[in-house]
Nanobody, 127 residues
Framework: QVQLVESGGGLVQAGGSLRLSCAAS????????MGWFRQAPGKEREFVAS????????YYADSVKGRFTISREGGKRVVYLQMNSLNPEDTAVYYC????????????????????WGKGTLVTVSS
């Protein structure tokens, strides 16, 4: 079992920045990709960004390219999402996910393959 715990959400004005963190714990002996998804009120959960085990490959949704940056450290057990130039459309609950069967991050970018999820952290962007 793998546990994922997100932190860093909150209220920010449009144009502002936030950094989300996700820490993995438990039986993490395998190489695995991690990523971020979000779900806005009344909408389906959508892919935001993913990162490979090594951190050498990253994938982004078109809606966040150039504004969000995903990174990984802490012995690869911690993943971050730096969010800049936030706008009200970014308001959502952000979830961290791990794919234990694919270390590249590509499968997660196709919105499949996620094995574990965090409970989410709320990001609210005011106009």
């Amino acid at each position: 079992q793998v546990q994922l715990v997100e932190s860093g959400g909150g209220l920010v004005q449009a144009g502002g920045s936030l950094r989300l963190s996700c820490a993995a714990s438990g039986r993490t002996f395998r190489s695995y990709a991690m990523g971020w998804f979000r779900q806005a009120p009344g909408k389906e959960r959508e892919f935001v960004a993913s990162i490979s085990w090594t951190g050498g490959a990253t994938y982004y949704a078109d809606s966040v390219k150039g504004r969000f940056t995903i990174s990984r450290e802490g012995g690869k057990r911690v993943v971050y999402l730096q969010m800049n130039s936030l706008n009200p459309e970014d308001t959502a609950v952000y979830y961290c996910a791990a794919d234990m069967d694919d270390s590249s991050g590509y499968t997660m970018s196709r919105n499949v393959g996620m094995d574990y999820w965090g409970k989410g952290t709320l990001v609210t962007v005011s106009s």
